[in-house]
């Protein structure tokens, strides 16, 4: 068995919100929306290229509500949370802040060798940027 990726599906009250954050904050790539122009129900960004190292899908509530009522009935902005490893953390961070969005963990060096800061997307996701130090 080999496992080849792993792509985040988060369920949003507003997908293209969501892209136009993703895209505009934090410099991700438009993937593809169903339809394929607004009010969308799924969309989803890409970074990395043609064969892309991070893309995050993302779910109309509504839609989902109804295809997994279980997974409906789920608070949108969970337990989950993304980590994101980039190059260039302060210009993500900068980014982030002219964004607004709260920053739940100010950035930091950590003792397992990385930098980073959380904020808290808009659909309430936190997302933690980090940075590996360089020795």
């Known amino acids: 068995m080999k496992f080849k990726k792993l792509t985040p599906n988060l369920v949003v009250t507003n997908v293209e919100a969501s892209l136009n954050f993703y895209r505009t904050v934090l410099g991700f790539e438009p993937g593809f929306t169903v339809p394929d122009a607004p ?10 290229g043609e064969a892309p190292g991070v893309e995050i899908f ?8 109804e295809d997994y009522p279980a997974l409906g009935a789920k608070p949108i902005g969970g337990s989950l949370t993304l980590f994101i490893e980039v190059e260039g953390i302060e210009e993500v961070l900068a980014a982030v ?4 969005a709260k920053i739940t963990m100010p ?18 996701w936190v997302v933690t940027i980090a940075e590996r130090i360089k020795q």
């Open 107 to 124: 950035l930091k060096e950590q003792f397992y060798g990385m930098r980073e800061f959380a904020f808290e997307a808009p659909e309430g």
């Open 58 to 65: 993302f779910n109309d509530h509504k839609v989902v509500a």
């Open 39 to 48: 009010p969308y129900v799924f969309g989803s960004v890409v970074s990395g």
């Open 97 to 100: 802040e002219k964004s607004g």
